[in-house]
């Protein structure tokens, strides 16, 4: 495993490099080592200053921020993915089953067509499709209560209900747009998009996938055993309540931190920890360091792609990611299938 991680560390280190040169106006993979570095005190002397202002500017004012937030916004939308795959022993499950993309895309949509956060800000629009998320966990949270327990079918029930429920308000109020440009700027946002990314964008996300995936290592041990079963489980000691509360609180907060600077990126919280399964087995110890890894390097290049393939248009990423992310899923299952 160990291998394993520094490589992929390893194609991380060369996938910001590349990923910050590429675009309408390339920078060679070497100036952008140098200017990256030249943020080290004494560095700038011992290379020289051999690049031009507008690489400086589109190094560290665009591309830099872009690229570390694909790889923030990649690893949480991975390690979300087995957290939910974990709590509901399906892997199936995806980083948005509970709903908070929608509540979020309702809020933000809320937001940038009405103006009714403005008053948050220039952060107004995270802001906003956090809120949308939060308010959207608690109800399903609330509504799969029973006896003071976490129901799992009750929890993807409601999950499902209460998303179709925001999606209709996202409907509602898109087609009371007042005008085409905020209705663009909402769907482009709602299809997945780092265009936005900021400096000041960085340090929550990064904050929460930190604390997140700490929280998840500690109890690896008790996510392996969830998937033997509620009763297994609780036999072999874990407390399942306390467990599953720990896991939708993880994987709620990791996404709507997630959606409120990104919007909804799909396909990877369901594809990268199933390809990770396939690399390195179930055990979850495993999986979640090389699954924030994989995740990350995706994200980078797909968002990459989003911006190359159209210059100077750009995709949203999230189109991309469902483009390529679905016949490369159905190829893993159809091979899964020829070789169990």
Known sequence: MGMMVSALVAVALVSLLLGVGFGPVRVHPGTVAKIILGYIPGITDIFGHTWTQLEENIVRGLRLPRVLLGMIVGASLAVTGVTMQALVRNQLADPFILGVSSGAAAAATLGMLFGVFSFLGRYSLSISAFIGSAITII?????????????????????????????????????????????????????????????AYLTLPLVVLLLCITVLMIHY?????????????????????????????????????????????????????????????????????????????????????????????ELPVGILTAIIGGPLFIFLLKRKTRNP
């Open 139 to 199: 109800f399903v949270y609330v509504i799969s209560r029973i006896r003071g327990r976490i129901n799992i079918t009750q929890l993807l029930l409601s999950g499902v209900a209460i998303s179709m429920i925001m999606d209709g308000i996202t409907r509602i109020i898109t087609l009371s747009a007042p005008n085409a440009l905020g209705l663009h700027n909402a769907t482009f946002w709602m299809s997945g998009s780092l265009a936005g990314a900021k400096w």
């Open 221 to 313: 041990r008790a996510l392996n055993l969830l998937l033997l079963g509620d009763e297994s489980a609780g036999a072999l000691g874990i407390n399942i309540r306390r467990i599953q509360k720990m896991l939708v609180l993880v994987a709620s907060l990791m996404a709507g931190v997630t959606i409120a600077v990104s919007g909804t990126i799909g396909f990877v919280g369901l594809m990268v920890p199933h390809f990770t399964r396939l690399l390195v087995g179930a055990d979850h110890r495993k999986v979640l360091p090389i699954a924030a890894l994989l995740g990350g390097i995706l994200v980078v290049w797909v968002d990459v792609a989003a911006r190359m393939l159209l210059a100077p248009e």
